[in-house]
């Protein structure tokens, strides 16, 4: 009887320590978002010629150009401002156009805090 008690305790202790490793550790690293670079020429101007367009691409519209990095590095605060406010507000862009999905959005945020470095 006593060696069967001992069988079974020694059973869950070993089942218990299954549990004790650094599974945890590893979980966390593997579900870390991996870091993505932005760039304008692969993210943000197909973004701006899809939906900016023929307003602010150069020959084509009437407003600032912005199909070129130069001129959206310069005018990036104003662009984010403006795809952020609801379509009833003045300045709202892409005007007469349904607003961007909020991870459209979020790309053009992203690329001027990576500093605006990539190209």
């Known amino acids: ?9 020694l ?10 490793n650094t599974s ?3 979980q966390t690293v593997s579900n ?9 020429e692969k993210d943000i101007a ?9 307003c602010h691409i ?7 150009p912005l199909d070129n990095y130069t001129a959206a590095t310069e005018y990036i605060d104003d662009i984010i401002r403006r795809l952020k406010k609801d379509p009833a507000e003045p ?5 007469r ?6 991870s459209t959005i979020q790309l053009f945020v992203q690329w001027k805090a990576n500093n605006l470095i990539l190209k």
Do not use: R
């Open 97 to 102: 156009h349904a607003k961007l999905s909020d």
């Open 58 to 64: 150069s020959g084509k519209g009437k407003k600032e």
């Open 46 to 54: 197909p973004l701006i010629q899809n939906s900016c367009s023929p």
């Open 1 to 9: 009887m006593k060696k069967q008690i001992f069988t079974t305790a």
């Open 11 to 20: 059973l869950l202790i070993v089942i218990s320590f299954q549990f004790c």
């Open 91 to 95: 300045g709202f862009m892409p005007m």
């Open 32 to 40: 870390a978002k991996p870091i993505v670079s932005i760039t304008f």
């Open 24 to 26: 945890k550790k590893a």
